[in-house]
Antibody, heavy 119, light 113 residues
Framework: QVQLQESGPGLVKPSQTLSLSCTVS??????????WNWIRQPAGKGLEWIGH???????NYSPSLKSRVTISLDTSKNQFSLKVRSVTAADTAVYYC???????????WGQGTLVTVSS | DIVMTQSPDSLAVSLGERATINCKSS????????????LAWYQQKPGQPPKLLIY???TRESGVPDRFSGSGSGTDFTLTISSLQAEDVAVYFC?????????FGQGTKLEIK
C-alpha cells in the first residue's frame, strides 16, 4: 500500500523560496504510470492543484503558478519535491502531495503540511 | 480551464435524512471515446486530507458506505448521502480530472440540523 508523507519548513519569509519534499513508501516514484502531484489549501478555503511530475520526469504546472514553481524527482530517496519562488502571504496554506494516473483521481494523499509565509 | 461550482456552500440535514450536494462544471467532462465522466468526490474532516469517496462520477471507492452515491453526466453531478450519520459531518469537494489544470469545487460544508 503506497503512503505519502510531506516534510519541510513550516515558516518561510516573504520573497524567499518554499521547499517541500514528499517521501513515498510502498512504491517507487520512478516506475509505473503514476503522476506525483502537489495540491494546496489555504486555511478554511478550497483545494488548488499546483502541478505534477511523471515517473519519467515530465512536468505539468498550473498556469497560475507556473512562473514560480518547480517540481522534481529524487529517485535515490524515493521522493519528489516542490519549490515555490518569491512567496507572499497568499502562499500560506496546507500543502498536500498525492498520486494519480494520467487524467485520474487523486489517491492516496499525504497528511499535509502547513507552510506559513511571514517575516 | 474548467471551473467547478458546488451548491450549496453549506447544508444542515437531520440525522437519518437525505443530503444532496450539487456540482457543475463549466465544460463537459464526459469523454466521448469511453463514455466516462471524469469526476471525483472527496470528503474532508478537520485536520485530515481529503478522502476519495467516488470516482468516474458514480463508482464508490472500496470501503465507502453504500449510503454515499454519485450521479450525473456531462456538466451536472450530484453526491447523495441517503441517510445522514453523525460521522458524515465534513466538507465535501468535487473535482474534475478530465484535463489539466485539475480543478476542485469550492466545497460544501455538511452539518447536522
Amino acid at each position: 500500500q503506497v503512503q505519502l508523507q510531506e516534510s519541510g519548513p513550516g515558516l518561510v519569509k516573504p520573497s524567499q523560496t518554499l521547499s517541500l519534499s514528499c517521501t513515498v513508501s510502498g512504491g517507487a516514484v520512478s516506475s509505473g504510470n503514476y503522476y506525483w502531484n502537489w495540491i494546496r489549501q489555504p486555511a478554511g478555503k478550497g483545494l488548488e492543484w499546483i502541478g505534477h511530475i511523471f515517473s519519467s520526469g515530465e512536468t505539468n504546472y498550473s498556469p497560475s503558478l507556473k512562473s514560480r514553481v518547480t517540481i522534481s524527482l529524487d529517485t535515490s530517496k524515493n521522493q519528489f519535491s516542490l519549490k515555490v519562488r518569491s512567496v507572499t502571504a497568499a502562499d500560506t496554506a496546507v500543502y498536500y502531495c498525492a498520486r494519480n494516473v494520467r487524467n485520474g483521481y487523486f489517491d492516496p494523499w499525504g497528511q499535509g503540511t502547513l507552510v506559513t509565509v511571514s517575516s | 480551464d474548467i471551473v467547478m461550482t458546488q451548491s450549496p456552500d453549506s447544508l444542515a440535514v437531520s440525522l437519518g435524512e437525505r443530503a444532496t450536494i450539487n456540482c457543475k462544471s463549466s465544460h463537459s467532462i464526459l469523454y466521448s471515446s469511453n463514455n466516462m465522466n471524469y469526476l471525483a468526490w472527496y470528503q474532508q474532516k478537520p485536520g485530515q486530507p481529503p478522502k476519495l469517496l467516488i470516482y468516474w462520477a458514480s463508482t464508490r471507492e472500496s470501503g465507502v458506505p453504500d449510503r454515499f452515491s454519485g450521479s450525473g453526466s456531462g456538466t451536472d453531478f450530484t453526491l447523495t448521502i441517503s441517510s445522514l450519520q453523525a460521522e458524515d459531518v465534513a466538507v465535501y469537494f468535487c473535482q474534475q480530472f478530465y484535463d489539466t489544470p485539475y480543478s476542485f469545487g469550492q466545497g460544501t460544508k455538511l452539518e447536522i440540523k
